[in-house]
């Protein structure tokens, strides 16, 4: 069953039923969505035992043509698709295919709180050569954060604090 989905169609953030993102992802997977749920390793209780986690819980990106998404929005676990009003809002391309090279890459990676602040910076080797985004300094680490601006939340990755430089001669990296 094919609904048409192509490239061409935009990303867009899917609200879902907390604890059910995986589910609903198979679910749009099966209905022919191009769907994208990225995830890190979490640490359980404490322990050295890790799960696979949502690196945005309740949230899941999906690719779809916003004019046909009757079949998208009744698929169980979808609360909404994020946008004004009644009017789904995509998300820039670029959040996303960074946010795939960061899962991609196998840096390690967690959930982190968007910011407003912070020197905003370039990643020169490595891995993740290229993207761009926001240095937060950390005690040992420096730590790379790839903000998804329409949910208000970001990922970070600790990097090598000599592997980024500022993107403006504003921006001042103090390790």
């Not at 069953?1 to 169609?9: I, P, W, Y």
């Not at 879902?16 to 022919?32: P, Q, S």
Request: with cysteine; aromatic share 8%; charged share 25%.
């Amino acid at each position: 069953m094919s609904l048409g989905v192509s490239h061409k169609n935009k990303w867009f953030a899917v609200q879902v039923m907390t604890r059910h993102e995986k589910a609903v992802a198979c679910l749009l997977r099966y209905k022919g969505y191009e769907e994208f749920l990225p995830t890190y390793q979490k640490k359980r209780n404490g322990h050295l035992a890790t799960e696979e986690s949502p690196l945005f819980p309740g949230y899941l990106f999906c690719r779809f043509d916003p004019e046909n998404r009757a079949p998208l929005v009744t698929t169980p676990g979808i609360l909404r698709v994020l946008g004004s009003g009644r009017e789904p809002i995509p998300l820039e391309e670029a959040e996303i295919q960074a946010i795939e090279r960061v899962v991609k890459s196998g840096c390690p990676r967690e959930p982190w709180t968007m910011m407003r602040t912070g020197s905003r910076v370039r990643i020169e080797r490595g891995p993740l050569a290229g993207l761009g985004g926001f240095f937060v300094a950390s005690k040992k680490f420096g730590r790379f954060v790839i903000a998804v601006t329409l949910l208000q939340r970001a990922v970070a990755v600790d990097i090598d604090i000599g592997s980024v430089t500022p993107v403006d001669s504003d921006s001042l990296i103090i390790g």
